[in-house]
């Protein structure tokens, strides 16, 4: 991995060092906010690519377009002040023959590309899904139209880039997409930083989307999302996301925060993520999912502030479109959480926000849940503080201690993967289910009031060992924490 990034670095800041400068205003595009710009700004990447490269200059203003297509050697540069506008027209958007998905700014199998300056991409992706809607409804376009939004391909993404190499995001904000925000498919050497995402103006607005990329450095950015904030997804069983580093990001969803997954037909391999930072969440703040046949390895997660999250940590094996490929999930390391878990909603408030929960059930813990046949192996959990508001009532919502109840969990395997999917778990803290070699370091859970639930549950699982586990729980001297079911090799010291 390391030598992947060396790589990365050398070849992504090298191609920049001799770029050309072209202002596309010379090229006679309008900076009114009006004017459609399409063709223009299309040609002036043409002409820019078939110089040999440089620099697109965005100048104070406002550019509107429909889809257009970055090419080779082309840097679309936006001066502060300077904002590519998304036409609010869904005709003026192609639905790209390849990818299958809208986008406003395009890349397929382009390489040396970036979107770097101060300003501002702007789908408009809320009056552009509404006029949509419109158009579905008198049959002018043709859509399922399921819970009366389009479908997600047939809404405009700011950025896909499709099987591209050596790619900079910098500096630039990124607002309000049609449908998911920035999706980087099949790529390589891809660096993000200092960018600004506010990503809530529709369903399905996520962060950044990083599908079966090789080599990808995340960094020093902001993410305000509608749904998952950085996630990571696998549509190719013959592919992987892998070689990743995600570095001091801030995020806030009303979805998940940092996603392995939902879909995972291939698979993450050798991941390090550290300083991220995650508040007023709906979901959870780490979800690693693999239920499509693909494999979670070598993942390293250190340094993690979740605060007003509605769960910290959610590992989770499952069988929905394996296919019959196994998946599996195997050394994961998280380190250095402090979170804190609300009684209340946390997104509340928030445009678009996550769905109100099936109840009667009490609030979940972090889990770890693999298949009977297929156990997650080797995670380790070291200097973790978990702060939890407790009050679960077990006349409110049960879930016991003895075998049957235990037994009674439904194993969900081909159920979307979300910490809530259980309803009502025996734990309040952690609860760990078909897992073997996993290990809890200096963890400490703290509820602000009495549970009727231990802090930590196991069932089914084989070699686990607590060192320097503390819980605070009010009321509950004497009270056993650690419960075990059909567990084997388990160490508390």
């Known amino acids: 991995m390391k030598n992947t990034l060396i790589v990365l670095f050398s070849v992504i800041f090298g191609f920049s060092l001799t770029a050309k400068d072209f202002t596309v205003s010379d090229f006679g595009a309008k900076n009114d906010g009006f004017t459609i710009n399409t063709s223009t700004i299309q040609k002036a990447i043409d002409f820019v690519h078939e110089q040999g490269g440089g620099r697109l200059i965005f100048e104070t203003g406002s550019y509107v377009t429909g889809s257009i297509y970055l090419k080779s050697n082309v840097t679309l540069h936006l001066e502060q002040g300077a904002t590519i506008l998304g036409s609010t027209n869904p005709f003026d958007y192609i639905k790209d023959a390849k990818i299958g998905w809208m986008s406003m700014i395009f890349a397929v199998n382009q390489e040396n590309i970036g979107i770097t300056g101060k300003g501002t991409i702007n789908g408009r992706g809320f009056l552009t899904a509404y006029n949509m809607v419109n158009y579905i409804h008198r049959g002018i376009y043709t859509d399922p139209l399921k819970y009366d939004r389009p479908n997600e391909t047939n809404r405009p993404q700011n950025i896909y880039f499709r099987e591209c190499k050596n790619i900079r995001i910098v500096d630039i904000t990124l607002r309000d997409p049609g449908s998911w925000n920035q999706t980087y498919d099949q790529c390589q050497n891809l660096y993000v930083d200092h960018i600004y995402v506010d990503s809530k103006s529709y369903w399905n607005n996520d962060g950044i989307d990083i599908v079966d990329c090789d080599g990808v450095v995340i960094k020093n950015s902001y993410f305000d999302a509608a749904d998952d904030v950085i996630c990571f997804k696998s549509h190719s069983a013959e592919h992987m996301c892998q070689n990743v580093v995600v570095d001091n990001c801030v995020g806030r969803s009303s979805a998940n925060g940092l996603k392995f997954g939902t879909v995972s037909r291939g698979g993450f391999k050798n991941f390090k993520i550290t300083n991220l930072t995650i508040f007023d969440t709906f979901r959870s703040a780490i979800t690693l999912a693999a239920v499509d046949g693909g494999e979670i390895e070598n993942i390293v997660i250190d340094g993690v502030r979740s605060i007003n999250t509605g769960n910290v940590i959610y590992l989770r094996l499952g069988d929905r479109w394996a296919k019959g490929k196994k998946p599996y999930m195997k050394n994961v390391t998280i380190s250095n959480v402090y979170a804190e878990v609300p009684l209340t909603k ?55 201690l003895s075998a049957e109840e235990l037994d009674g969990v439904p194993e969900m395997r081909d159920a979307y993967p979300e910490f809530s999917q259980f309803k009502e778990l025996p734990a309040w803290a952690f609860y760990v289910r078909h897992a073997e070699g996993v290990s809890f370091e200096n963890v400490t859970f703290t509820a602000k009031k009495k549970d009727y639930r231990p802090s930590v549950v196991l069932d089914d699982v084989k070699d686990v060992s607590f060192t320097g586990l503390v819980v605070h729980e009010p009321e509950s001297v004497g009270k056993q924490q650690v419960f075990s079911h059909k567990t084997s090799q388990l160490i508390i010291k």
């Open 346 to 400: 946390p997104d509340a408030g928030y445009n678009y926000e996550g769905p109100v929960e099936d109840l009667p059930r009490n609030i979940s813990p972090a889990s770890i849940v693999g298949l009977v046949e297929n156990k997650i192996q080797g995670v380790h959990l070291k200097n973790i503080q978990i702060v939890y508001p407790g009050e679960g009532n077990p006349l409110y919502a049960k879930r016991g």
